[in-house]
């Protein structure tokens, strides 16, 4: 049972994919190692069913803020339901497969873990897909660990006898429950808050601090207030200090402690969103001298830090995505694989011979650097109004030592807004480095923010120098016109 490939990757995520694919295009031999389902979390539990069920609220929202448009009513949880499934291919990932297939991967199933170096021990799971026994790869040049990672439950006494949903199971849902209680206010909180509010539970957020702690102030407080007017109590500066469900599947109680007090709220279920960590536990790093319990540090060309080299001093442990601690979403986390991949395949093929990359101090922004990982970083939340950022926010360019002014404008002014809708509100902002006056960082908060983002990414990855950015003309009426005002505001 034992096989030899040029490359081995752990985990067919879509940051395995994309390292999977790019280490093969010189013609290096590759495998990847899934034990669930190819196309992984993002696929079937995340991204896609998460911003599926988010989509036919957002569509009635506009609908009933657009004059002349008859008000659509109360959604089909049902339809709504049955499209996520088909969104993620109700669990089966053969053409998932037959892309890997495609692309000249082989798949081989079961769960993957080192053992040595260049060395990965395959335990087959329980199921249909999984055959044979534990059996073991040999990589001739590099293994690349993209194992994601896992939810995390806070030590709340009875959380885990509750039962507790997770992202998974908040996802997957095959029913809307009646009510939920959610703990935690980032992303995947106010996300599935959105979503279940508007499929019609009764919805209790829990959060420490503020909403989207990790955004923008002025777009936490768009989103709270917008939760708030969609019917959802949420609760800030709280904290659940016990848990209770008496009964496997019945109610659950949560204890919940605020300014206000000490008050026992009780639902049909419980959501935990409070956090992820790296799956390095039982991926086997201690075989190659590295920590169980902690994320894979890698350098920009993703690396690990610590690990053994390869004969000529070439790196042969490789890790990308989640598993890495960088930057936990999914698209930065395709965009390291793509980095890894392409080192790899630069580094050991053609032939297995390979070629040497630039000099470390010249890979900056090459395809042999995750660079954009460093201030580029992008994300957009799908709540309503979306939250779509790129770079730093206020606080930490200001932490960093950036010289920076924060321009900032009402969306609603825009004359693309008003066309939309007469309801439409938001606010975008963009920080300039005043020394080099170029733009370091954005933020949008708005209906379909998220379409706008990457006007602004690029600027900031590209450096565009404003004066340069000012003949850069919005088509009217749009609501990309806000890029004139930031120019009009800053001065030009």
Not at 119 to 134: A, K, S, Y
Not at 331 to 341: L, N
Not at 369 to 386: E, L
Not at 436 to 448: H, L, M, S
Request: aromatic fraction near 4%; hydrophobic fraction near 40%.
């Amino acid at each position: 049972m034992d096989q030899t490939y040029d490359v081995i990757v752990i985990g067919a995520g879509p940051v395995g994919e994309n390292a999977a694919g790019r280490a093969s295009a010189t013609g290096l031999s590759v495998a990847v190692v899934e034990a669930e389902l190819v196309g992984g979390e993002c696929s079937y539990w995340a991204c896609i069913p998460s911003k599926t069920l988010l989509r036919p609220g957002a569509v009635r929202a506009a609908a009933r803020a657009t004059p002349g448009v008859a008000d659509p009513g109360p959604l089909d949880a049902a339809a709504v339901l049955a499209w996520r499934d088909r969104m993620t291919g109700e669990g089966d990932d053969s053409g998932q497969e037959k892309w890997l297939e495609s692309v000249g991967v082989a798949l081989v199933r079961g769960h993957g873990r080192l053992v040595g170096e260049r060395t990965v021990e395959v335990t087959p799971e329980p199921g249909p897909v999984h055959d044979g026994g534990t059996h073991l790869l040999h990589a001739r040049c590099a293994v690349i660990v993209a194992t994601g990672s896992a939810p995390v439950l806070p030590p709340v006494p009875g959380l885990v006898a509750a039962n507790p949903w997770t992202s998974r199971e908040a996802t997957a849902a095959e029913q809307v429950p009646e009510s939920l209680v959610i703990l935690g206010g980032g992303v995947v909180g106010c996300e599935m808050a959105t979503a279940y509010a508007d499929l019609g539970s009764r919805v209790t957020l829990v959060a420490r601090s503020g909403l989207l702690s990790g955004a923008e102030r002025f777009a936490g407080d768009a989103v709270t207030d917008a939760l708030r007017e969609a019917g959802v109590d949420v609760r800030l500066g709280a904290e659940v200090t016990e848990v209770s469900r008496p009964e496997v599947g019945g109610p659950v109680t949560v204890t919940v402690e605020d300014g206000r007090g000490t008050e026992q709220v009780t639902a049909a279920e419980l959501l935990v969103a409070t956090g992820r960590r790296p799956r390095t536990g039982d991926a086997g790093l201690d075989s190659v001298g590295l920590a169980t319990d902690a994320p894979l540090t890698t350098d920009d060309s993703m690396a690990v830090e610590g690990a053994s080299r390869a004969a000529g001093g070439r790196p042969w442990l490789f890790a990308c995505g989640d598993v890495t601690g960088r930057v936990a979403m999914t698209h930065q986390g395709k965009y390291e694989g793509r980095v890894a991949g392409d080192v790899v395949a630069t580094l050991y093929g053609p032939d297995n011979g390979g070629s040497e990359l630039p000099p470390p101090g010249s890979r900056a922004w090459t395809r042999y650097a995750a660079s954009a990982d460093h201030g580029a970083q992008t994300q957009v939340v799908f709540t309503r109004p979306q939250v779509a950022s790129v770079g730093p926010t206020e606080a930490e360019a200001r932490e960093s030592g950036l010289p920076v002014r924060a321009v900032a404008y009402d969306l609603s002014a825009v004359a693309g807004a008003g066309v939309t809708s007469p309801e439409y509100g938001g606010r975008a902002q963009v920080l300039v480095d005043t020394e080099r006056e170029v733009i370091v960082g954005a933020t949008f908060v708005g209906p379909d923010a998220g379409e706008m983002l990457h006007a602004a990414t690029i600027a900031v990855v590209g450096e565009v120098p404003l004066g340069r950015l000012w003949h850069a003309v919005p088509a009217f009426p749009t609501v990309s016109e806000v890029w004139l005002r930031f120019g009009e505001e800053y001065g030009l």
